[in-house]
């Protein structure tokens, strides 16, 4: 999709490219780059010898992503080139969301996309479950919803293999849209939430050096990403009696911070029993209570928890309802208390 050059150096436009240029430059005038206000649509300025491909390869780190630029910007390719050096493009990218206690999928929804309806994109993107909400304080990644005019022989179908290169994601584009079937009138507008929108590196230093900050975002979650991953190690220590490493791991991640609500309560769980085990009720009552303090209404299983268990939790309990909870055992010494 290179663009060929006119004898005054200017580039092919078709009509719709001259109508976003236009709009393009009225919003950006004298920046190469700029953060809007949702903080989720970067501006470039085109420069000689640029292709939307291998602008789609320095943002994104996939040249075939110059589709989302096309749509994102209501450019066309046919009947010339389709960008002219000195055109102001929009470069969009996925957002982040720390989630506050209480929140909502329908909530985020309504919030990030005007219609509780479209919670399933953000399920979706997450690992979401029906009848489950976002975990307090994990960050969320908000598919970016891209805007699609569908074109005379666009189906649901079509839209969904050209932006995610598979179909498996048809149910979602119809209930995103609240579209029944499969056929589109020409000129429909059709919104693609694209969770994968995330910016290369490349990308990210571009838009750190026009904007003299580093795009935020992201960072949290691929902690807690890399957090749940060792989650299981954690629970097989334990279930194998392994109670000293399990207590060196569970505070190695205490440590790492930025845990989501409910890592916190899995791990202070196990830790309550490697404690127990170590003959440390002491630290087995503060992890409980630690717990408890993230989750009040959490009770273990009474059945597949031993009874010396059972017991901490309940004076975790007793202790903070008389306002004298144990001590926490500080997460960045990771065998306190083990002998």
């Not at 919803?145 to 079509?158: C, K």
Request: glycine letters at 10%; proline letters at 6%; a positive charge.
């Amino acid at each position: 999709m290179r663009a060929r050059r006119r004898p005054d150096a200017m580039l092919l436009l078709t009509r719709g490219t001259i109508a976003c240029a236009l709009v393009a430059c009225a919003l950006c005038l004298g920046t190469s780059a700029r953060v809007r206000a949702d903080g989720t649509v970067f501006v470039h300025t085109v420069r000689p010898g640029e292709t939307l491909a291998s602008i789609a390869q320095r943002y994104y780190g996939d040249p075939r992503r110059e589709s989302v630029l096309v749509a994102e910007n209501g450019l066309t390719t046919q009947g010339g080139a389709a960008i002219v050096v000195g055109l102001r493009l929009m470069v969009p990218t996925v957002s982040y969301h720390r989630v506050v206690a209480g929140e909502t999928w329908i909530g985020l929804a309504e919030r990030f996309y005007g219609d509780a309806r479209r919670a399933v994109a953000i399920m979706d993107a997450n690992s979401g479950t029906p009848g489950t909400q976002p975990d307090a304080g994990a960050e969320l990644l908000i598919p970016y919803p891209l805007r699609h005019v569908a074109g005379q022989h666009d189906t649901v179908t079509t839209i969904a293999t050209l932006y995610f290169a598979t179909n498996d994601k048809v149910p979602l584009l119809r209930r995103f849209n609240n579209i029944r079937g499969n056929r589109l009138t020409r000129g429909q507008v059709v919104l693609v939430p694209l969770a994968d929108l995330t910016l290369s590196d490349e990308g990210r230093g571009i838009v750190g050096t026009a904007t003299g900050a580093q795009p935020q975002g992201g960072e949290v979650r691929a902690l807690q990403e890399r957090i749940e991953v060792l989650l299981p190690q954690l629970r097989e220590h334990v279930r194998s009696g392994r109670y000293t490493e399990a207590v060196s791991l569970a505070n190695r991640l205490l440590g790492m911070g930025e845990l989501t609500g409910n890592q916190v309560v899995t791990i202070q769980r196990e830790l309550t029993t490697a404690y127990v085990a170590l003959d440390r009720e002491d630290l087995a009552i503060a992890s409980a209570h630690a717990a408890l303090e993230r989750q009040p209404d959490f009770e273990p299983d009474s059945i597949r928890t031993s009874p010396r268990v059972l017991e901490a939790f309940r004076r975790a309990r007793e202790q903070a309802a008389s306002g004298h909870p144990g001590t926490t055992p500080a997460p960045h010494a990771p065998d306190a208390g083990v002998r």
